[in-house]
Structures are given as C-alpha cells and as structure tokens.
C-alpha cells in the first residue's frame, strides 16, 4: 500500500512539472508586452561591468560581442551591432535612492547628461552609460 502511495504521489508530481514545462512564451501572459531590450554598446565588457555595479544585474556572455542581462524584471543585451543614437525611446529605471544611485552611475564611469529634477510622481536623472546609451533613473523621493 505504501508503494502505491508513493508511486501515486511520484506520478502527481511528474504531471505538475510536466505541465509546467509546457508553458512556453506562446502560453505565458506574455502577448502584447515588451520582452527584450537590446541596446547598442561599443564596448560590451564595459558596458556589462558598469550594469553590474550599479544595478546589480546577471548577465550571460555570448562571446565578446554579445551579453544578455536579466535585472529581475525584463530581459535584454548589448550588442556591438548598430549605433548608438540619441533621441530614440527612453528607457527608465527605478531606484529606491535617487542620490545613492546617481553616486553609483558616477562612480561607475557613467556620465549625467540631465541632473535630477521633479517630474509628476517624483524625481528622476538622465545618465549616459559607457557607450553612450542615454537612459533615467526616477523615485518616488
């Protein structure tokens, strides 16, 4: 009876996890909704190393000329195909501490192409990353 109960139980788990393999980018609520950010870098070792310090994102090389990032939300890379350009989308990220992460763009080697200034809803700053990339930061503070 034990057996039974076991194998009843190994069986109810090999189905759960097989339906969840099943869940692919198709049947994910994904439809409709930005899910990779690629950007242009001229140096993508650089560019990596200064997401690193002051983001905290993972990235995944492939080769020198590409790198993958995952900052716990959304998914994108740098590639050393294309140009950078100014002008384009602007992508905006939060911080809890508005200062400590401009501290940290400084200190990281990005450059602060638009100071911090009140928005509705908050303050935000412009850097541009070692390539040239010109993204935000805001906060509620």
């Known amino acids: ?10 069986l109810a788990a090999t189905l759960a996890f097989a339906q969840q393999e099943q869940k692919t980018v ?11 950010i690629e950007f242009p870098a001229i140096d993508v070792a650089k ?3 200064f997401y690193e310090q ?11 000329d ?7 939300r959304i998914s994108g890379g740098f590639t050393r195909e294309g140009k950078v350009t100014q ?4 992508v905006v990220i939060y911080a809890r501490d508005l ?17 911090a200034f009140p928005f509705p809803g908050g303050r ?9 990339n010109e993204l935000a930061v805001w906060s509620e503070k």
């Open 47 to 49: 560019t990596k190393s």
């Open 124 to 132: 935000r700053f412009h850097f541009a990353d070692p390539s040239g």
């Open 99 to 115: 200062a400590a992460t401009e501290k940290k763009v400084r200190d990281a080697g990005g450059v602060i192409v638009k100071d």
């Open 66 to 72: 590409y790198t993958s990032f995952e900052d716990g």
């Open 26 to 36: 198709e049947t994910k609520p994904n439809n409709g909704r930005i899910d990779y």
């Open 87 to 90: 002008g384009g989308p602007l």
């Open 1 to 10: 009876m034990r057996t039974l109960s076991i194998a009843a139980t190994v």
């Open 54 to 64: 002051v983001f905290g994102w993972k990235f995944t090389d492939y080769g020198p």
